[in-house]
């Protein structure tokens, strides 16, 4: 899939026919991501180059729907994770509904946010980007329009009359095609529950230095509420890979100060490591767990956050000691990444 996307986009950039590009998904979700178990195997049967190719041209596809000259709305109905989220939330116009779900789970497969996420994740208002990713919550269409992922959000019975206006667009021109998702666009209500009310509370927190400190502040913050919320917070940080979250944090702290091409130049670099398995198994447990034997028991080495050292760390972000590795090669564009702009 991620070849054909390749070569769709790289040509309909070159047709004049082309105005703009319409991404949905096939069935309930948009794009619950790729196919890591896949890769897994794929590794374990022949070599660890086999992902890195698959993440290479991932990362590529990504690179290039974030530079994109032509308007790109992605209609995001249903689950977006993952690689889902790499070729939507990079384009111009990303539409929410009320049964969007997005999320980056990749802390408790023992990865890390990748395809551009510590591009997009550092730019949402204060330190809700280290919260999304650390911690892989669950957002709705509501709070993607909020914090700036999504760009509009409209009904989902009204999907179908939105794509057929864009179908009859005879522009390029980006706010022409803003003004037609407008006409069926909604500024949706938060939930009482929900996570951009906490906002206060995930900026004291994630904005540590350490996981370490992190947890140990909102373990502060239990202490002093009731509130289900920072608990369940709480577990899902402990159930995590400790690896996976250090590098993760790393990550999206970097990727405040970098293009959307430094952060995939970057992720790229953390990915063969993950790949090779030569600094951790963790990726390879937590797909075993998680999406092969589904036992949801991962066992993570190093099991905790004081055990990974900071020298270990810093090996994610060195070149591959490979002499037929390359760093990922992306082609000049015009364009840096998109804004995201938040609503709050």
Known sequence: MIMALLRCFTAYEEDDGVKLL???????AFCA??????????????????????FRNEFLLNYIIATYSKPQVSLLAGIVMGGGAGVSLHGRFRVAT????????ETALGLFPDIGASYFLSRLPGFYGEYVGLAGARLDGAEMLACGLATHFVQLNRLPSLEESLKKVE??????VCSIIDQFAEQPSLKESSSLNRLEVINKCFSKRTVEDIISAL???????????IAATIESLKKASPTSLKIS????REGRTQTVGECLRREYRMVCHVMRGDLS?????????ILLDKDRNPKWMPPTLEQVHDEAVEQYFSRIDDRQWEDLNLPARRSHGRNIESKL
């Open 22 to 28: 319409i991404m949905k998904g096939k069935g309930r």
């Open 33 to 54: 991501g790729g196919d890591v178990a896949g890769v897994v195997k794929s590794i374990n049967n022949s070599s660890w180059k086999y992902g890195a190719d698959f």
């Open 98 to 105: 009320e049964n969007t779900v997005f999320a980056m789970p």
């Open 171 to 176: 522009t390029s021109n980006p706010f022409a």
């Open 219 to 229: 373990e502060q913050e239990a202490s002093k509420s009731a509130d289900e919320w």
């Open 249 to 252: 944090l790393r990550s999206i």
């Open 281 to 289: 198994r963790d990726f390879f447990e937590g797909c075993r767990a």
